[in-house]
């Protein structure tokens, strides 16, 4: 997105019609062409509507558009994936981003006009309950929880490696993961680590699906989980590390500097809490992702989050009481880890 450069022509029409874009990947996904021609390189439009038991009509308008977004290369006689799409969507997890897009960004975000217009979560409408964030309303529909956790667990498979590379949490004894989800980063940590033990805190239903997948993988003795709203309950003691993974570009910088409190209280004598989300660049016009996902924060998640740049970040944890940072840049996926302890 850079300012020089100017948007071509495809670049623009690609945008215009960016649903349907979208849901040829999509398509392409969950009908299996992608994993066809990981298996078969070479197939035809014919040979991959025979194979997965498709009409050669909708076939050619699928392929033909896989093409023209070169998704899949060469002609409708011979294709390809190209090689991204078989790195993310064949042998990777990106397609588990893809419900999580269709189901709760696609429909939400058709509120967005309505939602810059009264600076609010409108595409909250499209998910029955009384919850102000998106949260809370999925707590009663656990098809669109599933789906959101997914493609949480996506991200985290895609990151977490970075995570461990900085060696943030290598003298930590007790971790605790503040919103941690379904354990998409307490899990694979718990497998990383084997003495750590970890403290996951979440809404309750969450934490029950937590409490679910901890013990599938034989983790229960390590992985402790607490249902606690944490803006509502008071955060539990005991941790000498805290983690605040893709939680506070949800919250408004109010709600960021409360919490953030409130973990400096909960930590002992150089605790320290890691801050782990994607970050826009200084200029503030990219990474893609970076700059087009806050608008899921304003219309459908909570109407008040966004991407925070770092000194944001660090003057929170200053007003907090923390110090001695540390900053890790350019993690996959626009991540960037910030570390402050709590130095008295
Ligand atoms: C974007 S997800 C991040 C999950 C996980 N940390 C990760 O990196 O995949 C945010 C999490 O915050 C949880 N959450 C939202 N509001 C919360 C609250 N008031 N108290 C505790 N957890 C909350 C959500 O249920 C969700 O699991």
Redesign the pocket.
């Known amino acids: 997105m850079s300012a020089d450069r100017g948007i071509t022509e495809d670049q623009l029409y690609r945008i215009m019609y960016g649903s349907i874009a979208f849901e040829m990947l999509h398509a392409a996904s969950e009908l299996g062409v992608f994993d066809h021609l990981g298996r078969n390189p070479g197939s035809s439009t014919q040979d991959i509507a025979t194979a997965l038991g498709i009409a050669p009509y909708p076939c050619d308008i699928l392929l033909t558009g896989l093409r023209g977004l070169e998704l899949v290369l060469g002609d409708e006689t011979r294709m390809t994936n190209a090689p991204l799409v078989e790195q993310c969507f064949v042998k990777g997890e990106d397609g588990k981003h893809l419900p999580f897009i269709h189901e709760i960004v696609n429909p939400g975000m058709s509120e967005f006009i309505d939602s810059v217009r009264q600076a609010t979560n409108l595409g909250l409408r499209h998910f029955p309950g009384d919850g102000t ?1 998106l ?2 309303r999925l707590e009663s529909d656990p098809d669109k929880l599933r789906s959101l ?1 997914e493609h ?2 996506a ?2 498979e895609a990151t977490l490696a970075d995570l461990v590379a900085t060696g943030a949490l290598d003298n930590t004894r007790h971790l605790l ?6 354990a ?2 307490a899990i694979p940590l718990a497998n990383h680590y084997p003495d750590l033990r970890i403290t996951l ?3 309750e239903n ?1 934490v029950e699906a937590a409490a679910r997948a901890i013990d599938s993988h034989g983790l229960s003795d390590r992985i402790d989980v607490l249902a ?5 309950d008071p955060l539990p003691v005991g941790a000498d590390t805290a983690l605040l ?3 506070l570009p ?1 919250w408004s910088p109010e709600a960021n500097r409360e919490l953030l409190s409130k973990v400096y209280d909960a930590l002992p004598d150089n605790g320290q809490a890691l801050l782990f989300d994607p970050l826009q660049n200084d200029e503030r016009d990219g990474p893609d992702y970076a700059i087009l996902f806050p608008a899921y924060y304003l219309t459908i998640a909570s109407g008040r989050g966004t991407f925070y740049p770092w000194s944001t970040y660090e003057q929170w944890m200053r007003e907090a009481g923390f110090s001695g940072f540390q900053r890790f840049e350019g993690l996959a996926v626009a991540h960037g880890l910030h570390v402050g302890t709590k130095q008295r």
Do not use: P
């Not at 993961?177 to 379904?182: F, L, Q, S």
């Not at 606690?228 to 509502?232: A, E, I, L, Q, T």
């Open positions: 964030s949260y809370s956790h949480l667990r991200t985290s993961d503040i919103g941690g989800g379904t998409t980063n805190v979440d809404l969450v606690c709203d944490v803006f509502n993974a893709h939680m949800i």
